[in-house]
C-alpha cells in the first residue's frame, strides 16, 4: 500500500515495499563493491577498505585501494546502474520484456562502432569510447527511422532492432576475421565486456554522462508510466506521446552507449535487471530506480565472482552465462503465459 509523505505544500506518494527492496539494494551492492576493492593478488580485509575509504588507512594500502582498484568498482557501479535504467526505459517502451538494448541492436552498434575504430581507423581509449557512443546513436536513429510509421510502436521498433542486430552481427563477425592477429585479440577482448584495468579515466566521463541524463528520465517516469497504458489512453491524459517517446530514445541510448564505452558490451544487464527490480518490488510497471540499483547489484556481484575464479575471466562471460540461463526461464515463462 502506498503512503504520501508531506513536507508543507509538496507532497510525495512512496511504496514501503519498494523502498525497503532499494534500501537492501544498496546495502548488498556496495558490500560487494568494497568486496571487490579488497580482492586480488594482494588481499584487502573489508575493514582496512572501509578505513581507506574513511581516510584512515596507510599510504600503501590507500594506494592500492584509491589508485587502483576502486576505479574499477565505481566504473562497474555506474555502468551497471546505466544498463539497468536503459533497459527498464526501452522494455516501458516497446512493452516488452525482450525489448532491451542488447536484444534490439544498440549496444551491438556501439560495438561496431568501436571495432571500426580498432581495426580499421586506429586509436587510443579515447577515440574508441567515442566511436562507441556515435555507433550507438546512428543505429538507434537507423533503427529509430525505419521503424517510424506516424509513430514509433514497440512491437516493431523490438523487430527492425532485432533484425539490425543481425544485421551488425554478421558486421562485427567480419571485421574481426579480416583484422591482424594482434588487433583481432584486442578487438574479441573489448567485444566481450571487462572491467579490468578500469581506471578513474573511465569512471569520471561515465559519471558526468549520467549526472545529466539520469534526471532526464526520472523526471518523465511518470509519462513513461502512464505511456504504459497504451497510445491512445496515454494521449486523452495528456501525455504528448511520440515527442515523449523520441526523448526517452534519445535518453537510453546514451545510457548504454556510455555504458558501453566505458566496459564494453556486457550481455543481458540491461534484459534482466528491470524484471527482476519488478519482481521483488512486487508492482506492476517500470521501476526505475530499482531497476537502475539491480543494475549495478548484477555487474558488481558478476565482477566479484570473477575475481574468485580460478582462471582470468572477462565480467562479460559471467553476465552471458548468468542472462542466457535467465532469458531461457523468461522466455519458457512468457510462454506458458500465453498458453494459459
Known sequence: ?????????????????????????????????????????????????VAVLTGQGDRATEFIVLTLRLPRAVTGLLAGAALGLSGAVFQSITRNPL????????????ATGALLQILVIGGGAAAIAASSVLGAVLTALAVYLVAYRGGVHGYRLVLVGVAAAAMLEALNAYLVTRAELREAYEAAFWLTGSLNGRGWQHAWPLAVAMAVLVPVVLALGRRLRMGELGDDAAQALGVPVQGTRAVLVVVGVGL??????????????????PQLARGLTGRPGTQLVPAALMGAALLVFSDLVTLHLPVAVPVGVVTGVLGGVYLVWLLSTEGTRGRA
Do not use: K
Open 256 to 273: 548504454v552507449a556510455v555504458a558501453t564505452a566505458a566496459v564494453g558490451p556486457v550481455p543481458f544487464v540491461a534484459l534482466a535487471a
Open 1 to 49: 500500500m502506498s503512503r504520501v509523505l508531506r513536507v508543507g505544500t509538496v507532497s510525495l506518494r512512496w511504496e514501503p515495499r519498494v523502498v525497503a527492496v532499494c534500501v537492501v539494494l544498496v546495502a548488498a551492492t556496495l558490500g560487494a563493491a568494497v568486496s571487490v576493492v579488497g580482492s586480488g593478488e594482494f588481499p584487502i580485509s573489508f575493514t582496512e577498505v
Open 99 to 110: 525489448g532491451s538494448p542488447d536484444i534490439i541492436g544498440f549496444t551491438t552498434g556501439s
